[in-house]
C-alpha cells in the first residue's frame, strides 16, 4: 500500500468529512473507494475541480497548485505620485503660512515690542532689511502656491507635473543660496537691533524696580552666534527640494509619467 493510501486510510478511520477532495487532492483512492469517473491512474474529477478554482497559470504550466488568489494588478497601481503629491501640498500650506509671517515681521516686530511696554523710539531697522525681508517673504509665499499646484498636478497624474515640479526646484534651491549670502549680511544690522532690544529691556526692568537679572550679551557674542547658527538653520529648507528632485529625477518615475495625461 502507497503512502497516499496509507494517508487515506488514516482519514477514513477519523471520519473526516473532507476524505474524497482529500483523497483526490494526494491522487490516490483506498481498494474498493475510488469514485465514477475516475482515471485509472487514481486521479478524480474532484481533483480536476480542485484545479479550476485555483490560479489557472499554475495549470497549463504544470507547476503545483496555488492556493493564492488571482494577481490584482489594480491593487499593485503606483502609489508615490498620491503620496508625493500629498506631502507636497501639506509643505506647500506650511511654507505660505511661514513666509506671510516672515513678510510681516518687520511691521510686527516694532507692534509687539512696544506692546511689552519696551521704548523703542530711537529703533530703525536699515531700509534694505526691510524691504529684502518683505520681498523674500512675497517671493516664498509665490513658492508656496506653485509647489501647491504642482502637487494638485501630481495627484491627478499630469506630466506637467514633474515640470513644474523641477522648475520649483531649481528655484527654490538658487532662492535659498541667494538668501543665505543675505543673511550673511544681514548680521551686523541684526546685531544691533538685538543690542537695542537688550539696552530696553534692561532699561524696563530697572523703571519697574524688578530684582530680576537680565541676561546680556555682548555684541561679539551675538555676532558669533549668528555666524554658527545661520549655516544650520539657512540650509534647512533645501532638505525638501532636494528629496523632490531626486524622486522626480529618477528613470522609473519618468516611465511611469509617460503613461500620464498631458
Known sequence: MSVEEERCHVFQGLRFD????????????PPGSRPQGATPDGSAPDRRRYHSGMNTNDAQDGSAPSILPPDDLEAKAVRWP??????????????????????ASPFMTPYFLTLSGLDIAGFQM????????????GIG???????????????RRRRSALKVLKAWVAITVVLTIVGLGLGFMAIE????????????????????????????????????????????????????????????TSRTRLEDAEAWED
Open 126 to 137: 536699515a531700509p534694505w532689511l526691510l524691504w529684502t525681508t518683505v520681498g523674500s517673504g
Open 82 to 103: 498620491t503620496v508625493l503629491g500629498v506631502l507636497s501640498m501639506v509643505y506647500a500650506g506650511f511654507a505660505f503660512l511661514a513666509n506671510g509671517c516672515g513678510a
Open 141 to 155: 509665499m509665490i513658492m508656496a502656491i506653485v509647489l501647491f499646484a504642482g502637487g494638485v498636478s501630481l495627484l
Open 189 to 248: 544690522p541684526n546685531v544691533q537691533m538685538q543690542m537695542e532690544i537688550q539696552k530696553a529691556t534692561q532699561k524696563l526692568v530697572k523703571e519697574r524696580g524688578g530684582g530680576m537679572a537680565v541676561p546680556t550679551q555682548t555684541a561679539e557674542e551675538m555676532r558669533s552666534q549668528s555666524k554658527m547658527m545661520l549655516p544650520l538653520f539657512g540650509l534647512l529648507p533645501l532638505i525638501y527640494p532636494v528629496i523632490v528632485g531626486f524622486l522626480i
Open 18 to 29: 473532507s476524505e474524497p477532495l482529500l483523497c483526490a487532492f494526494v491522487g490516490r483512492w
